[in-house]
């Protein structure tokens, strides 16, 4: 697909550009919900700064007739081994938001994953991808909710259930605090007043926001009794939807097909995951917007992979803006990384052309990285294509 204008190199070259193009077209409120972080975002910044801890040792004079970026996960065969991961709100930042994600994943031949706080049905969510795509659950609204969700993921024809399990509450969100988000999402029409000015400075978000309906509610998490959850709603539901492991023994009976765990950063969860029968665990610490000061999923990424020992696939997101942060994190030991931000930015910007904009840079940064490096494939890297700086070792 042709990018539209604004999108076009060399306006955007990379993810960093189309996180300037969000930043224009989104107002505050909005773009600091995505770009934002927890806390002093400590572990915002970390996840990005730890891709520079580690450089490259390429192979040079070697010849790449074919350079290969396919992957297998779950025993899905994907074009490139990055994939989407769930983006709550995302019709907030535009409204084609999951369904446009979905449809630019499957597209570019990789998975997307459905956030349980989505504006659009699960069942036109996956009906928009070429691709599989996988259903990612809170537990919000109890168990009989959720099992609604799974009910209707697995008849929809979803692959994987993903259970995030670092969101015991909602984490501290500085930015949305001050900017008035609950106020925004709430039901008083004259707390809605003071964004008025940086609504109409950016008409364009405002007109499409309106013609959508303005705030849905969440048609995915249905109550008993109640119907679908109303988005205000959702911040004091996650305070009691923290995931225990016997919630995952509850889920493990009701979802048949393989399930993931994500928000693993230590070797004692990742194996008490796989002995829960997680057939995937992901690193992450929710791109630094749960637990402030947590360590760069990078940096754990080693000792779950040790820990996990090929019991399990091993997935990891977090601060990935460039292809080489793919393959660095590939390199030690990733079967393959999410997406959060980077796809984020692009649908903010432009909605399923910016998704599609943003995996075109990735797939042509990993191309470009493979080749420099002197790799044929991702099924080649290794641990000996990178260099770990010593300062990562304690003492
Ligand atoms: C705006 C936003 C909303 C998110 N919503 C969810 C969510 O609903 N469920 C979830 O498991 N993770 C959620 N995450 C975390 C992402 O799935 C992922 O772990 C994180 O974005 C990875 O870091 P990155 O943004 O630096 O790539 C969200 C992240 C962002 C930025």
């Known amino acids: ?60 004079a070697v010849a790449i007739p074919q350079c290969d970026q396919r992957t297998r996960v779950l025993g899905l065969d994907l074009s490139f081994p990055a994939l989407l991961a769930p983006v709550g709100y995302s019709r907030m930042m535009h409204p084609g938001g999951e369904v446009a994600a979905s449809r630019a994943a499957g597209a570019a031949g990789t998975v997307y994953i459905l956030s349980t706080i989505s504006g659009h049905k699960l069942e036109d969510v996956k009906a928009a991808s070429s691709a599989p795509v996988w259903y990612q659950l809170y537990l919000v609204g109890g168990r009989e909710t959720a099992e609604g969700a799974i009910e209707r993921a697995r008849v929809a024809g979803f692959s994987a259930l993903v259970v995030t399990i670092d969101t015991a509450r909602a984490g501290m969100r500085e930015r949305d605090f001050r900017n008035g988000m609950i106020e925004l999402l709430g039901r008083k029409p004259l707390a809605k007043l003071p964004f008025l000015a940086q609504f109409l400075a950016r008409p364009r978000w405002l007109t499409r926001f309106f013609l959508d309906g ?45 399930l993931v765990v994500k928000g693993v950063l230590t070797g004692e969860d990742a194996r008490r995951a796989v002995d829960e029968g997680a057939a995937a665990v992901v690193v992450s610490n929710h791109g630094g917007r749960q637990l402030d000061c947590v360590s760069a999923t990078l940096r754990a990424l080693p000792e779950v992979v040790a820990a996990v020992d090929g019991r399990a696939e091993v997935l990891m997101d977090g601060g990935i803006r460039r292809g080489a942060d793919i393959i660095k994190a590939i390199c030690l030991g990733a079967r393959a990384v999410l997406i959060g931000r980077a796809y984020a930015y692009g649908l903010g910007a432009a909605g399923e052309a910016g998704v599609t904009r943003a995996l075109q840079i990735l797939r042509a940064d990993v191309e470009r990285t493979l080749r420099l490096l002197g790799c044929p494939s991702i099924a080649a890297l290794n641990r000996s294509y990178v260099e770990v700086s010593p300062s990562w070792q304690p003492g």
Do not use: C
Request: hydrophobic share 40%; glycine share 6%.
């Open 1 to 60: 697909m042709k990018p539209p204008r604004a999108l076009a190199s060399p306006r955007v070259v990379n993810i960093d550009d189309l996180r300037t193009l969000a930043w224009r077209r989104l107002p505050k409120v909005v773009f600091d919900y995505l770009d934002g972080g927890a806390e002093a975002e400590f572990t915002l910044r970390e996840n990005q700064r730890a891709f520079q801890g580690v450089t490259f040792r390429p192979r040079n």
């Open 214 to 258: 303005g705030v849905p509610r969440l048609p995915n998490i249905v109550i008993p009794g109640q119907g679908p959850m109303p988005v205000i709603d959702v911040s004091a539901a996650l305070t009691q939807a923290n995931v225990t492991w016997e919630d995952l023994q509850w889920i493990r009976k009701v979802w048949r097909g393989p």
